[in-house]
């Protein structure tokens, strides 16, 4: 049987080696300016790219992703930003629109130099390709990967992922379906409960006794 990486999920294939992805770059145009992120991060659900906004470049307001930071910043640098403004915009998120979807950043950092930028791209939307991003990470894996995979032993290792993948998942589905079955039990229990409390209840007026 013929070898095809056609056949197996992009998370699965990363695992074999995730340092072939380190640093690798995505193009992401918004407006007229086109923003070089890099991966950063190979997650189990998700692949993270990073740019970092110098402060400068924030309060120039440079472009769309600056001139959003520079909302967060107001202009000022590390320095002046206080403890408690510090704390008010790291994680913060905001939407920016990327060819015709609308994607969530995050501001992951704030440094002495910079603010460091997250995009989290979930390897579903990598999968179904259907945007500019996804589809540039779904050509960088497979350009990446597939030469790899010429040699069996990574194959054997695939094989074996995708295994205990299917192994995991079958066992998550049967936790979760245990806990619905339960839950319908409870319910199913509860109602019992109500109906015999509610056939118990006096219909006829009532003979107050002194």
């Known amino acids: 049987m013929s070898f095809d990486i056609s056949d197996y999920k992009l998370k699965h294939i990363i695992k074999v080696k995730d340092d072939l992805l380190n640093r690798r770059r ?6 007229e300016n ?35 930071l520079n909302g967060f910043t107001n202009g ?8 408690n403004e510090v704390y008010a915009i790291r994680f913060s998120k905001f939407k920016m629109e990327v060819g015709k979807k609308d994607y969530e950043f995050e501001i ?3 440094g002495p130099r ?24 779904k050509d960088i894996i497979l350009d990446e990967y597939t030469p790899l995979f010429k040699d069996k032993r990574y194959q054997e290792k695939l094989i074996e992922i995708k295994k205990e993948s299917d192994q995991q998942e ?14 319908e039990e409870k319910e199913r229990k509860w109602r019992e409960l109500e109906a015999r409390l509610n056939s118990n209840k006096p219909t006829g007026p009532q003979v107050k006794r002194y």
């Open 76 to 83: 000022k640098t590390r320095n002046q930003l206080t403890d």
């Open 108 to 110: 992951s950092g704030v």
């Open 114 to 137: 910079a603010l460091k930028v997250s995009l989290y791209v979930k390897y579903r939307d990598i999968e179904e390709a259907e945007n500019l991003i996804e589809s540039q990470l």
């Open 34 to 68: 086109i923003y070089e992120f890099r991966i950063e991060e190979i997650k189990s659900e998700f692949i993270e790219i990073i740019k970092y906004f110098e402060y400068l470049e924030v309060t120039l307001s440079y472009g769309p992703l600056e001139a959003e």
């Open 170 to 183: 079958a066992e998550q589905a049967r936790i979760k379906d245990e806990v619905r079955r339960e839950q």
């Open 26 to 31: 995505v193009l992401i145009p918004i407006g």
